[in-house]
Every structure is written in C-alpha cells, then in structure tokens.
C-alpha cells in the first residue's frame, strides 16, 4: 500500500512563496505521475500541476509562471514551489501519486492559506 506524507503549507502574505512536498513509499514499482490538487470550501478538487516520471509537467492556467512542480524520483518526493501567491490560491492542496499497476494514492491534504 502506498503511504503519502505531505508537508509546507501554512499562512503566508499575497505575494509571497510557500514550497509544499510530498513523500512517497511503500511500493516496489514506479511512482509514476505525482501531483498536486487543491480544493477550496465549496468547490470541486482541480489539477494545480503535476509530474510523470520523465519530468514532463502539466500546469493549470492559474498558476502558469507562478508555480514550479518538481521531483526527486530517487526520494520518491515532489515538491510544488508557490510563488507569488494570491488569496484565491486559498485551499487545501492535496497530494496525488499513480502508481503503475495500482489505484491513485492520495495525500490527507495540506492547507495554504494567503491572507490579502
């Protein structure tokens, strides 16, 4: 079974940065897309961006310039750097990882919170 530990978020200024990151263990094959979703009170969990094991990303338009989505396949960890963050950024920002041959994992989620 694969376990997912998520750490970073917080409360930070409009304008300011947070780094998220996410642990991956407990399988013996390849994490192969991780991710980031977030999802706001009242509304449905979206795709903030994500990384299959080639290093190709996937942004939402949102956060395109804003964001940065990294991996460190040999830690099995993916990283989403905030940058100039903004309150409709507010949410809580669940981790993703599909792994091959098994159902997509989920992270419990961390909330980020941008004050205006």
């Known amino acids: 079974q694969v376990q997912l530990v998520e750490s970073g978020g917080g409360l930070v200024q409009a304008g300011g940065s947070l780094r998220l990151s996410c642990a991956a263990s407990?399988?013996?094959?390849?994490?192969?897309?991780m991710g980031w979703y977030h999802q706001a009170p009242g509304k449905q969990r979206e795709l903030v961006a994500n990384i299959d094991w080639r290093g190709r990303t996937n942004y939402a338009d949102s956060v395109k310039g804003r964001f940065t989505i990294s991996r460190d396949n040999a830690k099995s960890t993916v990283y989403l750097q905030m940058n100039s963050l903004k309150p409709e950024d507010t949410a809580l920002y669940y981790c993703n990882v599909i792994t091959v041959g098994l159902p997509q994992t989920w992270g419990q989620g961390t909330q980020v919170t941008v004050s205006s």
């Open positions: 407990g399988s013996n094959f390849r994490f192969d897309t």
